[in-house]
């Protein structure tokens, strides 16, 4: 089953840093862009960073000399280091990636389940 599977959430101070991985199953033919969004409480989904072939990169304006995403092809795995966090940057983030599960098939989102980002001291 194509599937992602995120992990590195969890509870950190201001001023800390996490990481968060995003491992893509083998059902996955190809993969093509991959990136994170985030949601905080009442307010709608916003992209945080992503990474294209070639490894093009962008971030929201937030989150620019903080955050950076990378992505490791072999592993099928999409990170994002998250520094100097603060209470804003508090939310469920989800993994997103445009992807193929067959050969002939046309690229499409799949998301991850999320996981939770809680800054607080």
């Known amino acids: 089953q194509a599937q992602l599977v995120e992990s590195g959430g969890g509870l950190v101070q201001p001023g800390g840093s996490l990481r968060l991985s995003c491992s893509a199953s083998?059902?996955?033919?190809?993969?093509?862009?991959m990136a994170w969004y985030r949601q905080a409480p009442g307010k709608q989904r916003e992209l945080v960073a992503t990474?294209?072939?070639?490894?093009?990169?962008d971030y929201a304006d937030s989150v620019k000399g903080r955050f950076t995403i990378s992505r490791d092809n072999a592993k099928r795995t999409v990170y994002l280091q998250m520094d100097s966090l603060n209470s804003e940057d508090q939310a469920v983030y989800y993994c997103?990636?445009?992807?193929?599960?067959?050969?002939?098939?046309?690229?499409?989102?799949?998301w991850g389940q999320g996981t939770q980002v809680t800054v607080s001291s």
């Open positions: 997103n990636v445009v992807a193929k599960v067959r050969h002939f098939d046309s690229a499409r989102v799949y």
């Open positions: 083998r059902s996955f033919y190809s993969i093509s862009t």
């Open positions: 990474m294209a072939p070639g490894d093009i990169t």
